[in-house]
């Protein structure tokens, strides 16, 4: 049984920073992918960043790209989002999931971080 555990997010003012974290374990599968996901009000779920635990590819959506970097703790097989220079569209429920297959739309979800971005 594959479990996802995030937790990290709260408020945090434009341009400011911001951790998420992510442990997936119970797979077995060396090239899993763990993926941060968003949901806006009103919005479909987005795909913000993903990485391949096995190659450590990967991949950032482009409103992202700049802002935010993926890293994994070798010790621990935490994978960490760090959100920079954060922007009010940041705003959104974050969750981390974890996918066996190469496409990474997440097959196992964490429970959701709000991320708030404020003035």
């Known amino acids: 049984q594959v479990q996802v555990v995030q937790s990290g997010g709260g408020s945090v003012q434009i341009g400011g920073s911001l951790r998420l974290s992510c442990v997936a374990s119970?797979?077995?599968?060396?090239?899993?992918?763990l993926g941060w996901f968003r949901q806006a009000p009103g919005k479909e779920r987005e795909r913000v960043a993903r990485?391949?635990?096995?190659?450590?590819?990967?991949f950032y959506t482009d409103s992202v790209k700049g802002r935010f970097t993926l890293s994994h703790d070798n010790a621990t097989n935490t994978v960490y989002l760090e959100m920079n220079n954060v922007k009010p569209e940041d705003t959104a429920m974050y969750y981390c999931?974890?996918?066996?297959?190469?496409?990474?739309?997440?097959?196992?979800w964490g429970q959701g971080s709000q991320v708030t971005v404020v003035s």
């Open positions: 999931g974890a996918d066996p297959r190469p496409i990474c739309n997440g097959l196992y």
């Open positions: 119970g797979y077995s599968y060396s090239n899993y992918c």
């Open positions: 990485i391949f635990l096995g190659t450590r590819e990967t």
